[in-house]
């Protein structure tokens, strides 16, 4: 699988080109950005490992994720107590979640958790979506039942230049190549005094 997915990545440009709309082009993107993830983040080394007993997480958020812990496609639940959110969402695909403008629009504030099939730790994607959205937190729950959490341990005052930090880190490797363990290492160097990673874990 690795190998297949390396080869997908390697040959990218032609893979897109078979795009027969924006939709199918969009789809492509976030596939080719998934499988890139595939090759080696290793972010949960940043990730301070805490019993999933200490998770104080909501228990609809907690019966969501056990519910769709071992679901072969990505399902994500958006929660948010105080505006009374509490709503379901799939593309029904493998290795990505598209949310439409009608989702989007709900996700201020709030909690986005999903499930990560081949049991991935939280991706720069994640992370992005965290910092566009302004999120509460997103979380990820692998096949296994771990959970990975990033959340604010205070108020980014200005949340756009670090986005725009990420994307240079992003288009560096790009066009420079290098490590995939290296660009996530300077992403979350880019936040970790403004986050917190946990790793809940049942062992």
Do not use: C
């Not at 939280?122 to 992005?128: A, E, K, P, R």
């Amino acid at each position: 699988m690795r190998k297949s997915a390396k080869e997908i990545v390697e040959h990218e440009d032609d893979i897109r080109k078979t795009a027969k709309n924006a939709d199918e082009a969009k789809e492509i993107d976030n596939l080719i950005a998934h499988l890139d993830e595939t090759l080696g983040y290793n972010g949960r080394r940043f990730a301070k490992k805490v019993s999933i007993l200490d998770d104080v997480a909501d228990v609809r958020i907690k019966q969501f994720e056990s519910g769709i812990a071992l679901s072969d496609v990505e399902n994500a639940y958006i929660f948010n107590s105080s505006r009374k959110i509490s709503e379901f969402w799939t593309s029904n695909l493998k290795h990505t979640i598209i949310f439409p403008e009608r989702i989007l629009r709900k996700i201020l504030d709030a909690i986005v958790t999903y499930n990560h099939p081949r049991g991935f730790d939280l991706s720069i994607t994640d992370i992005l979506m965290l910092l566009r959205n302004n999120l509460a937190e997103v979380r990820a729950v692998t096949p296994n039942g771990d959970v990975f959490s990033m959340k604010y341990t205070d108020r980014i005052r200005d949340k756009r230049e670090i986005i725009r930090k990420i994307e240079e880190i992003q288009e560096k490797k790009k066009k420079n190549g290098g490590s995939l363990e290296d660009e996530f290492e300077q992403v979350y160097n880019a936040i970790k005094d403004h986050v917190e990673y946990i790793h809940y874990t049942k062992q």
